[in-house]
């Protein structure tokens, strides 16, 4: 899986990237890899996203959300290309590469996901008035 040497991954990130990933493969699925790592971050209530984001719009408004990123991929899946885990990795080396930090957490991930316009959680979470922005500025509160 991942590895690199100055930052690690929150140990409750990692068993989520691992559940998802070795499921996505298991089953053979090829679309949406960060919806659906969206969707396993926020169905984990003690998850540091799930937290953040309650903080947000409430635990009814991540329900809501959640049913409708589910809905969402169903409808309109996006097609990947590579492998659940080279995405997965592939995503925690961006965010490795764009911040200086030592330990990348589910909130981390979340924001990178959300970043990403073309993702269902990024469009439902501005259905909530919520931006990439919102929950970076969030977490910074929360931290600093």
């Not at 590895?3 to 409750?12: A, D, G």
């Not at 990692?14 to 679309?31: F, G, H, M, Q, V």
């Not at 409808?75 to 990795?89: A, C, I, K, S, T």
């Not at 990178?112 to 929950?135: K, P, Q, R, W």
């Amino acid at each position: 899986m991942y590895s690199m040497t100055q930052t690690r991954i929150s140990s409750s990130l990692e068993a989520i990237i691992a559940r998802t990933s070795s499921n996505l493969s298991r089953e053979a699925i090829t679309t949406s890899y960060r919806d659906r790592l969206a969707i396993e971050l926020l169905a984990d209530s003690s998850t540091f996203a799930y937290q953040l984001l309650e903080m947000l719009i409430g635990a009814s408004g991540i329900r809501i959300v959640l049913r409708r990123v589910e809905r969402a991929i169903a409808m309109n899946p996006m097609r990947e290309l590579d492998m659940p885990d080279e995405h997965y990795e592939s995503i925690c080396c961006n965010i490795t590469r764009k911040e200086a930090m030592s330990c990348i957490s589910t909130v981390h991930i979340l924001s990178f996901i959300v970043h990403d316009s073309s993702t269902a959680i990024s469009a439902e979470l501005s259905n909530y008035g919520i931006l990439s922005e919102d929950i970076d500025t969030a977490l910074e509160r929360l931290i600093s």
